[in-house]
């Protein structure tokens, strides 16, 4: 799949993504040399004082959103939270997969009046023998739409063309014919329909594109206030904006009387599994969390410096970020925010944290620790958190017969999405929402 995905990668110039099966240069894989750390707590606020009762929770959350926003990921705007959106039904409910599934493709258009600003094309799939409103698994694609199956039907939407390694401007092109189904694996949506629940995904550039320079190309001008022009310290950068669509994109789901409005599941892979952390951080219509190697300023650990810092993250993705987030560079165990507080803002929604045993740069044990740490709010809650607190063995899911709200796996392989994840995802939806199929 590595070949496949760095051909589209040139293609459709948009990821170039790191090896993430070692290490990059300057960088020591040996997590014995690991320093010692101590994790921010989630259940102490700021000034010292405890968070001793469920009912402390809900101040505390507030605390912890707002320094995630300071911090990383800027601001969702006011406005923003309350643009008119306008629908646009482009096709409707058209037998496909062999009869498998009915498609859908909508517009959501971010302006009731205009049809040039930035917009979202939303794909839908339902299964097509499933009756009542059904569930659904939304996430936001890297490369189009059309890549995440080979079905003819989808629309080659516009995707951001750039080569690689040139800085010429950035400009939106169809797709070629041949980036058709490229990421089919990384996806798996038959599997998904074959077990009942619907499917919806959205190409993250639509939103704003993954560049450097790409913030006069996507969303965020629309909501820049009166004469500016560039970011503002804790404005938002491309991990708000693209968390922000699939909350836009949900506001469509609830209106879609084949949907079960509150049997949203979000997932998302890498830079978009922490686009949809923090969309889920942020909009509790999110009901399911299925989050694949988020990695650092995901649900991974900063303090235990291993794999990725803020430094290569603030170097190589200024874009992602708000402007403060430049303020951390090298002091990971100062930054007042961690993986372990970002899962503990899904608490006490269910969550699934998943980790790749070559996937070092995300360093899977961080995520494992966030997961153990966070499954204290989750009790707090009334909640079952992560049921061990021993890193388990490779393809051995944490889980247990009963209803879990925490769930983690390491599996064999490398930074990617698989039908193994997928499994243990659908899995945990059955588990939540009962056996469709
Ligand atoms: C890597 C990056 C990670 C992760 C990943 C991806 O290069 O260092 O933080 O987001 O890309 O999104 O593929």
């Known amino acids: 799949m590595m070949r496949r995905t760095l051909a589209l990668a040139v293609l459709l110039a948009t990821v170039p993504s790191l090896a993430h099966a070692q290490?990059?240069?300057?960088?020591?894989?040996?997590?014995?040399?690991?320093?010692?750390?101590?994790?921010?707590?989630?259940?102490?606020?700021s000034d010292g004082s405890r968070v001793n009762t469920a009912a402390d929770w809900p101040r505390r959350r507030t605390e912890l959103?707002?320094?995630?926003?300071?911090?990383?990921?800027?601001?969702?705007?006011?406005?923003?939270?309350?643009?008119?959106?306008?629908?646009?039904?482009?096709?409707?409910?058209?037998?496909?997969?062999?009869?498998?599934?009915?498609?859908?493709?909508?517009?959501?258009?971010?302006?009731?009046?205009?049809?040039?600003?930035?917009?979202?094309?939303?794909?839908?799939?339902?299964p097509a023998n499933a009756h009542g409103p059904i569930p659904v698994?939304?996430?936001?694609?890297?490369?189009?739409?059309?890549?995440?199956?080979?079905?003819?039907?989808?629309?080659?939407?516009?995707?951001?063309?750039?080569?690689q390694h040139t800085t010429g401007p950035a400009h939106l092109e169809t797709p070629a014919e041949s980036t058709r189904g490229m990421q089919t694996q990384e996806w798996q949506v038959e599997k998904v329909l074959?077990?009942?629940?619907?499917?919806?995904?959205?190409?993250?550039?639509?939103?704003?594109?993954?560049?450097?320079?790409?913030?006069?190309?996507?969303?965020?001008?629309?909501?820049?206030?009166?004469?500016?022009?560039?970011?503002?310290?804790?404005?938002?950068?491309?991990?708000?904006?693209?968390?922000?669509?699939?909350?836009?994109?949900?506001?469509?789901?609830?209106?879609?009387?084949?949907v079960a409005p509150h049997r949203i599941a979000v997932t998302g892979h890498?830079?978009?599994?922490?686009?949809?952390?923090?969309?889920?951080?942020?909009?509790?219509?999110?009901?399911?969390?299925?989050?694949?190697?988020?990695?650092?300023?995901?649900?991974s650990l900063y303090r235990r410096r291993y794999g990725e810092d803020i430094r290569h993250l603030e170097h190589s993705f200024p874009h992602w970020f708000c402007q403060n987030?430049?303020?951390w560079v090298g002091r990971e165990t100062e930054i007042p925010v961690d993986g372990n507080l970002m899962l503990s803002l899904l608490a006490p929604r269910p969550v699934y944290v998943a980790s790749a045993k070559d996937d070092l740069w995300s360093d899977p044990r961080g995520e494992f620790l966030s997961a153990v740490d966070a499954s204290r709010v989750y009790r707090l809650l009334g909640h079952q958190g992560l049921v061990t607190t021993e890193f388990p063995p490779v393809d051995h899911p944490v889980d247990t017969p009963v209803q879990h709200d925490v769930a983690y796996?390491?599996?064999?392989?490398?930074?990617?999405?698989?039908?193994?994840?997928?499994?243990?995802?659908?899995?945990?939806?059955?588990?939540?929402?009962?056996r469709r199929q």
């Open 137 to 163: 698994v939304i996430g936001l694609n890297f490369f189009g739409n059309q890549t995440v199956l080979a079905d003819p039907g989808i629309r080659l939407n516009p995707v951001w063309a750039r080569a």
């Open 23 to 45: 290490m990059p240069a300057g960088y020591d894989p040996d997590e014995s040399h690991i320093q010692p750390y101590t994790l921010l707590d989630p259940l102490t606020f």
């Open 65 to 126: 959103l707002r320094l995630f926003e300071q911090n990383v990921y800027g601001r969702t705007p006011e406005a923003a939270k309350h643009i008119p959106l306008r629908f646009h039904v482009d096709e409707a409910d058209t037998p496909a997969l062999g009869g498998k599934a009915l498609r859908r493709q909508i517009t959501v258009y971010f302006s009731a009046r205009r049809e040039d600003g930035p917009k979202e094309h939303l794909l839908l799939y339902l």
């Open 409 to 434: 796996h390491i599996r064999t392989g490398k930074h990617d999405v698989t039908a193994y994840d997928w499994d243990q995802y659908l899995s945990f939806l059955d588990l939540h929402w009962g």
């Open 325 to 327: 987030y430049a303020k």
């Open 270 to 299: 890498s830079r978009l599994g922490k686009a949809a952390d923090w969309a889920a951080a942020q909009d509790p219509r999110f009901a399911i969390i299925l989050s694949t190697e988020s990695g650092k300023a995901g649900q």
């Open 194 to 258: 074959a077990r009942g629940y619907a499917f919806a995904t959205i190409y993250c550039g639509d939103i704003d594109p993954d560049f450097t320079d790409s913030i006069q190309l996507g969303v965020r001008p629309l909501f820049y206030a009166p004469g500016q022009t560039a970011p503002a310290a804790e404005d938002w950068g491309a991990l708000g904006t693209w968390a922000w669509g699939l909350s836009r994109a949900v506001d469509y789901l609830q209106t879609d009387r084949h």
